[in-house]
C-alpha cells in the first residue's frame, strides 16, 4: 500500500481526518481541492459559479491524473466529494493506493452540512438527493468504508487503523 485515498461526501470529515492521520503517521497529507486552488487559481465554489461544474469535473479528473502519474507514496489524500462523479477518476486514484469511504448517516451529515459552508453544488441538489447519488458509489470504489457517526476525530482514526489491520503505514 503505497497511499490511502479517503472519499466521501462534503463535510464527512476527509480533510480533518486525513490530518490528524498525518499526526499520527510519518505521512504527508494532500487535499485535492486545496491542490486544486493551487493549480488553477480558483476555488470550487467559483469555478462552479463561473465555469459551471462540466469544467470543474473535467479539471478534477486532470488533477487526479497528473497526481497518479507523480509517483507520490505515504501520502494521506483526500478527495473532494464529487469525485465519483467521473468513472475514470477511480482508474487513476486505484493505482495509488486504498480508497476508504467515510460514510455518515444522513442525519449526522445534514448538521454538518449546514453548520459548515454549503458547497457551490448544494445550491442545486439537497445534500440527501445528492447522498442518494453518490452512496453506491462510494461503495463501489472503495476497499473500506467507515462510519463518522457520532464519533470523534480519535475514533474515527483509531478505526481506520483497525480497519487496516496488518497494513503497513
Not at 2 to 10: F, S, V
Not at 37 to 52: A, C, M
Not at 93 to 118: H, M, Q, W
Not at 130 to 157: D, G, M, Q
Amino acid at each position: 500500500m503505497n497511499n490511502i485515498i479517503l472519499i466521501g461526501m462534503p463535510s464527512v470529515g476527509k480533510t480533518i481526518v486525513g490530518k490528524e492521520l498525518e499526526k499520527r503517521t510519518s505521512w504527508q497529507f494532500l487535499d485535492l481541492d486545496e491542490e486544486y486552488f493551487r493549480v488553477h487559481k480558483i476555488s470550487i465554489d467559483e469555478t462552479f459559479e463561473t465555469l459551471g461544474e462540466k469544467i470543474f469535473r473535467e479539471r478534477e479528473t486532470n488533477i487526479a491524473k497528473t497526481i497518479s502519474m507523480s509517483g507520490i507514496t505515504n501520502t494521506i489524500i483526500a478527495t473532494g466529494g464529487g469525485i465519483v462523479e467521473n468513472s475514470n477518476n477511480f482508474h487513476y486514484l486505484e493505482k495509488l493506493g486504498k480508497i476508504i469511504f467515510l460514510d455518515c448517516d444522513i442525519d449526522e451529515l445534514t448538521r454538518r452540512v449546514e453548520s459548515a459552508n454549503p458547497k457551490a453544488i448544494l445550491k442545486n441538489i439537497s445534500i440527501e438527493d445528492l447522498y442518494k447519488r453518490r452512496k453506491p458509489l462510494y461503495k463501489k470504489y472503495s476497499n473500506f468504508t467507515i462510519n463518522t457517526t457520532n464519533l470523534t476525530i480519535a475514533n474515527v482514526v483509531d478505526k481506520f487503523f483497525r480497519c487496516l489491520c496488518g497494513s503497513s503505514m
